[in-house]
């Protein structure tokens, strides 16, 4: 995981609320404030995980890493050794 957090400052900085992913699916670009803004509910849970779709008509597609289809091809370890899925930074 401390290679993720890493990873991402080093492209975006500090502040997760600027990081940048982009939907495995489909390659739509989000941020937190498109979930913000969409006002879903705890957007950190669905910045790397969900495409902004699901929650905004007209804007990427409806896929989340939680299917049955494995398309990603990025995983983090939690610090409990747990490996979660997540779309991938934008570069």
């Known amino acids: 995981m401390e290679e993720w957090i890493s990873k991402g400052e080093e492209l975006f900085g500090k ?3 600027l990081w940048k992913f982009k939907c495995v699916n489909c390659g739509e670009a989000q941020t937190y404030n498109d979930f913000a803004e ?4 705890n957007p950190e849970n669905y910045i790397h995980f969900s495409c902004i779709g699901r929650f905004v008509e007209g804007r990427g597609c409806d896929w989340t890493l939680g299917g049955l289809l494995q398309l ?3 995983e983090v370890v939690t610090d409990d050794g747990n490996k979660v899925p ?3 930074f934008v570069i």
Do not use: G, I, L
């Open 38 to 41: 969409a006002k879903v509910e």
């Open 72 to 74: 990603h091809k990025q």
């Open 15 to 17: 502040d997760k609320k």
């Open 86 to 88: 997540t779309f991938e």
